[in-house]
């Protein structure tokens, strides 16, 4: 463990009782010293003045330097993995949804454990943000906490309401259950066509054979309303033989690859980016899309009457079976490489960050396009459920009032293999291209998973 020279920003954990009244932490000063933070770029730019703050106020209370830099998430990823490859590493690297970058760097023994930074919260952390945090070192041979989850995000459904009623409906008769919900929003296409908008489809599924993110999200709910869940479990163990599982991923690859042959689908899914399907939706080429966070409504924050008065957040309706399915969620937060020069001041700037009251005004100032990692938070702050915003509260309750698991990432790095190299959406291509049944295509894609997982044993300790 790294010996803290001076006073910790938080000295202990603090209760939920006081979570709303958090005073600001005394901070010794010391002489000044100076940590480097790598940070994604925010979706709107009311994210990156909120981390500017953020900053601000740590420098203020703690005479520490932060020296940092915002970087647009896809070319921080790559800085990122060629400085650890390199070894020429920042202090901190604050990024959101390092999914498979952290399981797999932990895994590789290239990450500094922060167990004792999130020790400080982590009676009031959401168990899936923990969750998310706590990965497989396989030098080690067990788990610790190698990153400070400070933010969360779940996939929404996002709706043009005033499409819904264009076409004639009523978006509170949408079925309860999952693939009766996107049943209802077939029909509405005929309708809308016949009234001059040719272009438009009923639904936002990402069949995409290029990724990196978006179809391989959609297809996880899909295989979790099927009953998939536990196609990996904590333990990091696959479950491609359970035959609960293969069911579960047979229709999934069925339902959607049908809803693209049958024409309820852009036909230039197949070639999306994550980008694309926001793009689409604001064009109005389709009417509802499944997507992560609730960027694709602030980015139309600024036009009120399309924030507040045609668009509707959604969260998850139940599964096929009629019961709640979780919603998986990501983390956004920060860790510490292996070979960082100020790992006291980086430990120090992170146990600032993740404070129940700092996190919560920092992602408030980003307009709520991520979460809180703090249950007590939104229940005690009116601001995150206010119905006033016709987005927030839904997305919210989804993220972390309901039922959560994280990403399975976290439970082995080998499923970032397998979302990488696509094979969901390779079997999504195998059906609609190369006529392909649901069942080989699944089959291909678990034997592949397989041989994947085989590579990454973890011993349980």
Avoid: C
């Amino acid at each position: 463990m790294i010996h803290m020279g001076r006073r910790s920003v938080l000295q202990a954990s603090v209760g939920l009782a006081g979570v709303s009244a958090l005073p600001m932490p005394h901070i010794a000063r010391a002489e000044a010293t100076t940590a480097t933070v790598w940070q994604t770029q925010g979706f709107v730019p009311q994210e990156d003045e909120a981390f500017r703050k953020v900053i601000a106020d740590y420098q203020k209370a703690s005479g520490n330097k932060i020296d940092y830099t915002i970087t647009p998430f896809m070319a921080l990823l790559q800085k990122t993995v060629s400085a650890l490859t390199a070894g020429d590493v920042p202090d901190v690297v604050s990024m959101d949804a390092p999914d498979t970058l952290l399981s797999q760097n932990a895994w590789d023994d290239r990450l500094i454990d922060v167990s004792d930074v999130v020790e400080t919260q982590k009676s009031v952390l959401s168990e899936s943000a923990l969750l998310y945090s706590y990965v497989y070192n396989n030098a080690a041979k067990k788990r610790a906490y190698y990153f400070v989850p400070y933010k969360m995000s779940a996939i929404p459904f996002h709706v043009w309401g005033s499409l819904v009623e264009k076409a004639g409906y009523n978006l509170a008769d949408a079925p309860k259950t999952w693939d009766a919900f996107w049943d209802f929003f077939k029909p509405m296409q005929a309708k809308l066509r016949s009234k001059g908008m040719r272009r438009v489809y009923a639904l936002g599924l990402q069949l995409t054979t290029v990724g990196p993110n978006d179809g391989n999200g959609v297809f996880y709910g899909f295989l979790i309303a099927n009953g998939g869940k536990d196609i990996v479990t904590s333990d990091g163990k696959l479950h491609t033989d359970d035959p609960k599982v293969r069911q579960a991923a047979i229709k999934s690859v069925a339902y959607m690859t049908q809803a693209f042959k049958d024409g309820y689908v852009p036909p230039e899914v197949l070639s999306w980016n994550d980008a694309d399907d926001n793009n689409a939706y604001h064009e109005k080429l389709m009417i509802m899309d499944f997507d992560g966070t609730i960027s694709t409504e602030l980015a139309l924050y600024s036009q009120k009457d399309l924030y507040q008065k045609e668009m509707v957040t959604l969260g998850l309706p139940l599964g096929n079976d009629g019961q709640p399915i979780p919603a998986q969620v990501g983390a956004g937060g920060g860790f510490i490489p292996k070979g960082a020069k100020n790992v006291t001041v980086a430990k120090d700037f992170l146990k600032y960050v993740v404070q129940p009251k700092v996190q919560s005004e920092y992602l408030k100032n980003g307009l709520g396009r991520w979460v809180t990692t703090v249950p007590a938070t939104v229940k005690e702050d009116p601001w995150w459920l206010d119905p006033s915003d016709p987005h927030r509260a839904p997305y919210v309750t989804e993220t972390l009032l309901g039922p959560t698991i994280p990403v399975y990432n976290a439970y082995n790095p080998a499923w970032g293999r397998v979302a990488a190299e696509q094979l969901w959406g390779q079997a999504f291509a195998a059906v609609v291209k190369d006529g392909a049944t649901a069942e080989a295509a699944v089959d291909a894609a678990f034997r592949r998973a397989e041989a994947i997982f085989a590579r990454y044993p973890i011993i349980q300790s």
